[in-house]
């Protein structure tokens, strides 16, 4: 059976859409679960774009053991010598070029002829490999070029030793017959080499143009986590990957992908970028295995697959509740992580137990979803918590401004502060910032119950930006004032640090 590689590029293509950005700690994390969602390849960012994406890169490059690391890059011996410090410590590396082929790209972005075009694929792709072992290089913008020229530029580049291609669908214009009618004249044209669809999602078609390009002879893929990406998003990994798994009668291929971590990825996911995904979603949204009516829930009770051509156990989503309570300890709670596969370190299982604790007093009853939540909203390990919340309170009356009493912890201090503002979180907010002494501002907010029942769990998430840096913040408790203000905090401390 054809092995198709996943090439995951949900840190570079994904990271680089609005509200979807990253610190490098959080990419690290995000790459480690990649890893072990058994992607083939992490495109960790496009090394040259900003001294903080090279050093994530070189980060995720020190970590990840068995999925080859890459970093994309511009045909400029610059971008090249930046992403190669980078990816040096990688025990598998590629590096993926790009330079647009389309006659739009070419007059308008570029202001280059085809020539010159094909001279800077040529010497690139040479110098790359002067470096690297495998260079991908992908014609930009490929399903709006010509098709000579494509080829023309395709032939290069594999004459100066390129291994893979890429062939964008930059804007999503393709419908999927012509992109299975391109994949299969440059298989047949080229025949050996490993040509990528690299689909995006403006006619929502991204995920049929990608089962399209693998039916025209694509041998890897690339995809995104929740299909974030650039405008309308890229090919959702999960969407390509459980086609791929139901209709095995259809397609005659295998991938890599471990099923059962698709939803802890896709949680992850989620709570570090703080972007929801819809509830109708495919595979990971929340509706997916729900049923309204009558008839479908009795079909359903007769016999699942009247009603659900997926199983939610084989994705890693559990149904199920109660998992621990207000007497449990902390070998009960390593004992139930470790039933689920999740792997914690001591510092982590601390600062969860400690968590799980303060909940488990609130709520009585803990199910998988807290404690999923408690993980995924909790990367707070790994910041200095310079500011943590002492106490509050805040005073509401209909008609007048609320005020809002902080103390904040930072070291051995303890900071008061007083406040008003246009309701609750306002004061809160402008509370915080004077105690801190800084001007930061909220870019949004958004909070939600992700659990059910009057005793809900309330997750928070806002960004704050502060001289040009822009940060998540997170926040989770029982009453949604308080997760704001956790989630502000949050988000301060990352800024500070
Ligand atoms: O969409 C695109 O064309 C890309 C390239 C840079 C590979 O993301
Ligand atoms: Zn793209």
Redesign the pocket.
């Known amino acids: 059976m054809q092995k198709i590689i996943i090439l995951d590029?949900t840190l570079r293509?994904g990271e680089q859409a609005p509200g979807n950005s990253m610190l490098a700690y959080e990419k690290t994390e995000m790459a480690l679960q990649l890893e072990k969602l058994g992607v083939d390849v992490i495109e960790a960012g496009f090394a040259a774009a900003s001294p903080d994406d090279a050093e994530s890169v070189k980060q995720i490059a020190a970590i990840i053991k068995n999925a080859t690391v890459c970093s994309?890059s511009r045909c400029k011996k610059e971008d090249i010598d930046i992403a190669y410090e980078a990816l040096k410590g990688a025990v598998k590396s590629r590096l993926?070029l790009?330079l647009a082929t389309s006659p739009l790209h070419m007059q308008y972005k570029l202001e280059l002829t085809e020539q010159e075009v094909l001279d800077k694929i040529d010497t690139s792709v040479r110098y790359a490999r002067s470096l690297f072992s495998e260079v991908q290089f992908?014609c930009?913008?490929a399903t709006r070029s010509n098709r000579d020229f494509l080829l023309k530029a395709i032939e290069v580049a594999i004459g100066a030793g390129a291994q893979i291609i890429?062939i964008?669908?930059?804007v999503g214009y393709s419908f999927p017959e012509e992109i299975k009618e391109l994949f299969q004249l440059v298989s047949e044209r080229f025949p050996g080499v490993v040509f990528s669809a690299?689909c995006?999602n403006d006619l929502g078609l991204a995920v049929a143009n990608t089962l399209a390009a693998i039916e025209g002879g694509a041998k890897q893929i690339?995809c995104t986590v929740n299909g974030i990406g650039?405008r309308a998003g890229n090919t959702a990994l999960e969407e390509v990957v459980l086609a791929l798994h139901t209709r095995k009668d259809h397609y005659d291929v295998e991938n890599g992908i471990v099923l059962k971590q698709i939803s802890p990825t896709s949680q992850m996911l989620t709570a570090l970028t703080g972007t929801k995904i819809a509830a109708n979603k495919p595979i990971v949204g929340k509706n997916v295995f729900l049923h309204e009516s009558g008839i479908h829930q009795h079909g359903i009770l007769q016999h699942r697959s009247t009603y659900e051509i997926l199983d939610p156990s084989e994705l890693g989503i559990v149904q199920n509740n109660i998992v621990l309570g207000k007497h449990s300890g902390k070998h009960a709670l390593y004992e139930y992580l470790s039933s689920m596969d999740i792997r914690v370190s001591d510092e982590e299982l601390n600062d969860l137990f400690e968590r799980f604790k303060l909940l488990a007093d609130k709520k009585k009853i803990v199910t998988h979803k807290d404690i999923m939540y408690l993980i995924s909203h909790g990367h707070n390990v790994k910041i200095a918590r310079l500011y943590s919340l002492e106490s509050y309170s805040i005073i509401t009356v209909k008609g007048s401004s609320a005020v809002a009493t902080l103390k904040l912890k930072t070291g051995d201090e303890i900071k008061i502060g007083e406040g008003s503002g246009d309701g609750p979180l306002d004061a809160a907010f402008k509370t915080i910032n004077r105690i801190i002494g800084k001007d930061f501002m909220l870019l949004d907010w958004s909070s939600s119950a992700i659990t059910e029942g009057e005793d809900a769990l309330g997750a928070a998430t806002l960004r704050l930006e502060y001289k040009g840096k822009k940060v998540t913040g997170r926040g989770v408790s029982t009453d949604t004032v308080e997760a704001s203000i956790l989630a502000y905090v949050n988000a301060c401390n990352k800024i500070l640090q």
């Open positions: 590029t293509d994309l993926h790009f992908s930009e913008d890429g964008p669908d930059t690299h995006h690339d650039e």
